[in-house]
């Protein structure tokens, strides 16, 4: 490889540190014909010799609709996969987002059993999904043996290959053109003589382009006409082949860089024995080469000029035979759609979207709404199923404004009332994120009158009444539209779900938490016994988890959400996740495990989360680094959530709040929380209103608190009426209590700070040995916390107090080393040293692959290690110096 040490070197450097597990992320750019390929094939040939796993795979510019193709030809994928990307299971969410999540499983399996090194050419053609799972492999890099290299070139443009190329520990490697002396010495190699000054002139004319110079050379060996381009320099190459071997391989062309003679042989309705000696003739002439189990052209540029030699007319009705051969077959859709794309129209394609529409759009939802918008594009009427069929795509790729359009026009014509159904759901889903909610009800109720509708139709559309009334806050009028769908005498599973959710969340919304709970077990009953409520029954799962850990029945509830989390995230429901994951932070938060709730609100991308989950995500970061001391990193998270300010969320109004406190603004505030009603809120109402002497205040919140816990057996509602009792009256015996039921209710935080009220009211009565036991059991649950800044403040307060630190107040937590590994970081840590990969280890302790692979992060971090033998490492020299 003449010119390129510099980057043959980097690369090779890579190779070597794989073999001793470490793994890297290197992103190889620069233009087509440069070299990128030839440096990852040394890479690849050198992993090879070391006898490491080498996979590949490539992006292809007719597939970037299709979801994750070169991963799937990298990877050895099992069937369940193929299956659930293309919408064949029935376990509802995102197949595209499953799959991912499977792919992101299996390289960390591969890995369990050894290095791997997985390249990637041409990400530039890459669909977003590829881009987005080689975005989380490149975040694994630092604790898997995994070699990641990708070549990509600098056009087009894309913005999430831009987001890609600035991904934290990915090495960018720029490939230029070669210099004068390296063009000299590739020429020579060529001619294997020493060249002439005119030779090395008309070289000169390749710009440094190595594919580019040894194309001239070769094509003045064959004695052709000197190219005056890169382009042209391959048409001289391919002017030499047979007309025959020609127009095969246009055929190839049209299936794309790589290709397999099967493939071949349907779209050219000729045997394979009878093309292997145009392909012979066609690999001697150094166009196309082997490629794993098929072949590919030699260069993607070669395919661009027999694709791009064709005229358009001729390509576009050549695809359209190619979709009618590979269907003819049974070929999978998404392979068929992928010459759909760029295919002639005709009724063939219309009659084809009407049978298969609906697998493509759960397999490929971006390549299902470019086709089917095109269809229904063009004059001339189009089946009824089409429009609720586009609508449908266009809602799953984001386009909510345009789907509610193509939905609300094809009401006025829709005659099947299933259809009319199925267009009214569409509506209902996008006019909640377009907020044109409160047209739906009208609609519905004009469906409602149509005559001749089956129970079951009338079932279905005053669920979706129900939905909509709640979505827009008519909790009442919901209620009703929920109670008639279950009078109906014909109620399907569907619209019997969906009530019985509507009627739950009445329940909740009431505060009336035992009645919700046997209602949400009939709802998930019901969920469970219909495929298509799969979505409803994560919802169900989200809300009867909420339920539990609101009843002080913690063990229960984090048990549910773990299996809602597992759940959601088998099925790539990303919305779920988003939700259950924030659900897991605040019950995790709640009942004081700190670090583990840092980890569940952090493990998603933002991007993934609705504001609300937004919201709650960074309130619940921001309180737990506001209590430890963590400023800055507090202020973070509240400015992140300044973008969704129009969607108030109280755990962001307790650390706004918490924020002004600690920078000595009480009545800021107390006046941040003012018109807070969450359970957890009126505590702190009462308590900064006491600070500030605000007895109006508190005295009215704290009646509030206890409207709550009358007739209640909630733990934290009865200890938060004692609390607030207790704080407006300085009865330190009450403060106990309330500090006990706190401890029944799982609830640490606002137990020291009970305990911490009742020692400085035994102080003010009098009572200092119950004042210093009060005081040092409060100190021992902020240490336990992690809370510094409470634990500080605490300290300071009583001591001006005169009450002294107790003698069997904890240590502190160590930051770094083995002992500053959380119960949770500690156990994986010891599965990771018996060799257990994330995947394992999760199977192992219920939990997500992400979750284990963000602790095993942390785990790196603490211990000052790179890879996952540095811990097996560090903890076998532990074990030695502790004899």
């Known amino acids: 490889m003449v010119g390129r040490d510099r980057e043959l070197s980097r690369l090779l450097s890579r190779v070597a540190d794989l073999a001793t597990g470490r793994g890297a992320a290197v992103l190889v750019e620069g233009e087509p014909g440069i070299g990128k390929t030839t440096l990852v094939r040394a890479a690849r040939a050198a992993a090879r010799s070391k006898g490491l796993r080498v996979l590949s795979g490539s992006g292809?510019?007719?597939?970037?609709?299709?979801?994750?193709?070169?991963?799937?030809?990298?990877?050895?994928?099992?069937?369940e996969t193929l299956r659930l990307l293309r919408g064949e299971t029935s376990l509802g969410g995102d197949p595209t987002a499953a799959a991912a999540e499977r792919l992101l499983a299996l390289v960390d399996q591969l890995c369990a059993r050894g290095p791997v090194l997985l390249t990637l050419d041409d990400l530039q053609w890459a669909d977003s999904g590829t881009v987005m799972v080689w975005r989380q492999l490149t975040k694994l890099v630092d604790q898997l043996p995994l070699l990641l290299i990708a070549t990509m070139r600098p056009v087009p443009a894309r913005e999430d290959l831009l987001v890609l190329s600035r991904q934290r520990g990915l090495t960018r490697m720029p490939v230029g053109p070669l210099p004068d002396t390296a063009v000299g010495e590739l020429v020579r190699a060529l001619v294997g003589a020493e060249p002439g000054a005119e030779l090395l002139g008309l070289a000169e004319g390749a710009a440094g382009n190595p594919l580019y110079v040894k194309e001239l050379v070769e094509a003045l060996g064959r004695g052709a006409t000197l190219?005056?381009?890169?382009?042209?320099?391959?048409?001289?190459?391919?002017?030499?082949?047979?007309?025959?071997?020609?127009?095969?391989?246009?055929?190839?062309?049209?299936?794309?860089?790589?290709?397999?003679?099967?493939?071949?042989?349907?779209?050219?309705?000729?045997?394979?024995?009878?093309?292997?000696?145009?392909?012979?003739?066609?690999?001697?002439?150094?166009?196309?080469?082997?490629?794993g189990d098929g072949l590919s052209f030699r260069h993607p540029m070669v395919r661009t000029a027999l694709y791009e030699g064709?005229?358009?007319?001729?390509?576009?009705?050549?695809?359209?035979?190619?979709?009618?051969?590979?269907?003819?077959?049974?070929?999978p859709v998404e392979r068929i759609a992928r010459q759909l794309l760029v295919a002639a129209e005709d009724g063939w394609t219309v009659d084809w979207l009407v049978a298969n529409a609906d697998a493509l759009i759960g397999h490929a939802p971006s390549a299902a709404a470019d086709l089917l918008r095109r269809v229904m594009s063009r004059p001339g009427e189009r089946p009824a199923v089409l429009a609720h069929q586009l609508a449908?795509?266009?809602?799953?790729?984001?386009?909510?404004?345009?789907?509610?359009?193509?939905?609300?026009?094809?009401?006025?014509?829709?005659?099947?009332?299933?259809?009319?159904?199925?267009?009214?759901?569409?509506?209902a889903q996008c006019r909640v994120i377009t907020g044109n909610s409160a047209r739906s009800l009208d609609e519905l109720a004009r469906a409602l009158r149509r005559p001749g509708l089956t129970g079951r139709v009338r079932a279905r559309l005053l669920a979706l009444t129900a939905r909509t009334q709640w979505d827009l806050g008519e909790s009442c009028e919901a209620e009703r539209a929920a109670s008639a769908v279950l009078d109906e005498p014909e109620p399907d599973l569907w619209a019997t779900g969906w009530a019985l959710h509507v009627r739950s969340l009445a329940l909740?919304?009431?505060?009336?938490?035992?009645?919700?709970?046997?209602?949400?077990?009939?709802?998930?009953?019901?969920?469970?016994?219909?495929?298509?409520?799969?979505?409803?029954?994560?919802?169900?799962?989200?809300?009867?988890?909420?339920?539990?850990?609101?009843?002080?029945?913690?063990?229960?509830?984090?048990?549910?959400?773990?299996?809602?989390?597992?759940?959601?995230?088998e099925v790539g429901n990303l919305v779920r996740l988003a939700q259950a994951q924030c659900a897991l932070g605040q019950l995790l938060h709640d009942t004081g495990r700190w670090d583990e709730a840092l980890v569940a609100v952090d493990l998603l991308a933002e991007d993934l989360k609705n504001p609300i989950?937004?919201?709650?995500?960074?309130?619940?970061?921001?309180?737990?680094?506001?209590?430890?001391?963590?400023?800055?990193?507090?202020?973070?998270?509240?400015?992140?959530?300044?973008?969704?300010?129009?969607?108030?969320?109280?755990?962001?109004?307790?650390?706004?709040?918490?924020?002004?406190?600690?920078?000595?603004?009480?009545?800021?505030?107390?006046?941040?929380?003012?018109?807070?009603?969450?359970?957890?809120?009126?505590?702190?109402?009462?308590?900064?209103?006491?600070?500030?002497?605000?007895?109006?205040?508190?005295?009215?919140?704290?009646?509030?608190?206890?409207?709550?816990?009358?007739d209640s057996v909630v733990p934290h509602r009865v200890a938060a009426h004692a609390y607030c009792a207790g704080l407006v009256a300085g009865d330190g015996e009450r403060l106990l209590l309330a500090a006990q039921g706190y401890r029944e209710a799982g609830r640490p935080l606002p137990r020291a700070k009970a305990l911490e009220a009742a020692a400085i009211a035994f102080v003010h009565s009098g009572?200092?040995?119950?004042?210093?036991?009060?005081?040092?059991?409060?100190?021992?649950?902020?240490?336990?916390?992690?809370?510094?800044?409470?634990?500080?403040?605490?300290?300071?307060?009583?001591?001006?107090?005169?009450?002294?630190?107790?003698?069997?107040?904890?240590?502190?937590?160590?930051?770094?080393?083995?002992?500053s590994l959380t119960p949770a970081e500690a156990t994986i840590a010891a599965l990771v040293v018996k060799g257990l990969s994330n995947p394992q280890i999760a199977e192992q302790l219920f939990v997500s692959r992400r979750t284990v692979t963000t602790h095993v992060s942390h785990i790196l971090a603490k211990l000052g290690v790179r890879t996952r033998t540095d811990i097996a490492r560090e903890a076998s020299l532990r074990r030695l110096a502790s004899g």
Request: net charge negative; with cysteine.
């Open 767 to 819: 009572q200092s040995s119950s004042a210093r036991a009060a005081a040092t059991r409060c100190l021992d649950l902020y240490a336990e916390l992690g809370a510094d800044r409470q634990l500080a403040r605490a300290q300071s307060g009583l001591r001006a107090l005169g009450i002294r630190r107790g003698p069997h107040v904890k240590h502190r937590r160590a930051k770094v080393g083995w002992e």
């Open 392 to 427: 449908d795509a266009l809602y799953r790729v984001g386009e909510a404004a345009e789907a509610e359009q193509v939905a609300e026009a094809a009401l006025d014509t829709a005659v099947d009332a299933e259809h009319l159904v199925r267009l009214h759901a569409t509506l």
């Open 508 to 569: 909740l919304h009431r505060g009336q938490l035992d009645a919700a709970l046997p209602l949400l077990d009939r709802a998930l009953r019901t969920a469970r016994s219909d495929t298509s409520l799969a979505d409803l029954r994560l919802l169900l799962q989200i809300n009867y988890a909420i339920t539990l850990a609101e009843l002080d029945r913690t063990a229960q509830a984090h048990a549910a959400v773990l299996e809602l989390v597992a759940q959601a995230d």
């Open 227 to 291: 190219p005056g381009s890169l382009f042209a320099a391959i048409e001289n190459r391919l002017g030499f082949l047979s007309e025959h071997a020609r127009h095969v391989l246009r055929a190839a062309a049209l299936l794309g860089v790589e290709f397999t003679a099967n493939d071949l042989s349907t779209v050219l309705g000729q045997r394979v024995a009878d093309l292997v000696p145009v392909l012979d003739e066609a690999r001697s002439a150094g166009v196309v080469e082997e490629s």
């Open 613 to 710: 989950v937004s919201c709650c995500d960074h309130g619940i970061a921001a309180l737990i680094h506001l209590h430890r001391g963590h400023t800055a990193a507090a202020q973070e998270h509240l400015d992140a959530v300044q973008a969704h300010a129009d969607h108030p969320v109280h755990l962001v109004s307790l650390a706004q709040s918490l924020a002004h406190e600690q920078a000595g603004r009480l009545d800021e505030a107390l006046a941040v929380l003012a018109a807070g009603t969450a359970d957890d809120v009126l505590p702190e109402i009462v308590r900064l209103a006491v600070a500030v002497g605000d007895n109006a205040t508190a005295a009215r919140t704290t009646g509030l608190v206890a409207e709550l816990a009358a």
């Open 60 to 79: 292809d510019e007719l597939g970037q609709l299709l979801p994750l193709l070169p991963l799937l030809e990298a990877l050895p994928v099992d069937e």
């Open 310 to 331: 064709m005229s358009a007319t001729v390509r576009a009705a050549w695809h359209a035979d190619v979709a009618k051969a590979l269907a003819a077959v049974g070929a």
